[in-house]
């Protein structure tokens, strides 16, 4: 069956670094999504790898070992806005969506 | 990037009555668009697959007669809860991606469900 792996929750300090975990199997890999998602609200777009390697956007960081099936975001200088779910999303030789159940964060002043 | 609508934000109904949820592409064509259900402190759910000018394509376990699916036009889908009863109270959104599924996904800001 195909799975995707993130802890359930997390606790950090502001202004400190995090990093959330991911690691799937799945049916073939066509990509992997983080999500940010606040209480009540829907989802919303943070990064997307579809090859090794780390991706730098801001705050926000998002890296990928295929060989691995491992993926983690990387948050620095956190706000006590980040606090949220983040979900990670593995697309399949399908181009389906696999969704992890997401990791709460909680940030602490 | 892209906006979805979803209309209406909160609905509570009676059991047994049926609720329609609008899913609008704002500024972008949505050959595809997918609806979700979230229960509390839980993952996205899949429900189906809404395919313009087509049958929507349902995930297993979800009942096709119970969420009628329609996606009328580009930019236009809508999710139709019939029958409504509690255990179907939840967090619904949907999501349209434009010609693929692995592209990036925007999200409605979701609607949400209570069944009394």
């Known amino acids: 069956g195909q799975n995707i792996d993130q802890p359930t929750e997390m606790t950090a300090t502001e202004g400190a670094i995090v990093q959330i975990n991911c690691t799937y199997q799945t049916s073939g890999f066509n990509g992997l999504f983080w999500y940010q998602q606040h209480a009540g609200e829907a989802p919303t777009f943070l990064s997307y790898?579809?090859l090794d390697g780390l991706e730098e956007k801001g705050r926000f960081s998002s890296f990928l070992s295929r060989s691995k099936g491992y993926s983690y975001l990387l948050l620095k200088e956190l706000q006590m806005k980040d606090s949220a779910s983040y979900l990670c999303?593995?697309?399949?030789?399908?181009?389906?969506?696999?969704w992890g159940a997401g990791t709460k964060l909680i940030i602490k002043p | 990037g892209a906006v979805v609508s979803q209309h209406p934000s909160r609905v509570i109904c009676k059991s047994g009555t049926s609720v329609k949820i609008e899913c609008r592409s704002l500024d972008f064509q949505a050959t595809t668009m997918f609806w979700y259900r979230q229960f509390p402190k839980q993952s996205l759910m899949l429900m189906a697959t809404s395919n313009e000018g087509s049958k929507a394509t349902y995930e297993q376990g979800v009942e096709k007669d119970k969420f009628l699916i329609n996606h009328a036009s580009l930019t236009l889908s809508t999710l139709t809860v019939t029958s409504a009863h509690p255990e179907d109270s939840s967090f619904y959104i949907c999501?349209?991606?434009?010609?693929?599924?692995?592209?990036?996904?925007?999200f409605g800001p979701g609607t949400r469900l209570t069944v009394l």
């Open positions: 999501s349209a991606g434009g010609t693929s599924s692995y592209n990036e996904q925007f």
């Open positions: 790898n579809v």
């Open positions: 999303a593995v697309v399949d030789s399908n181009y389906q969506l696999i």
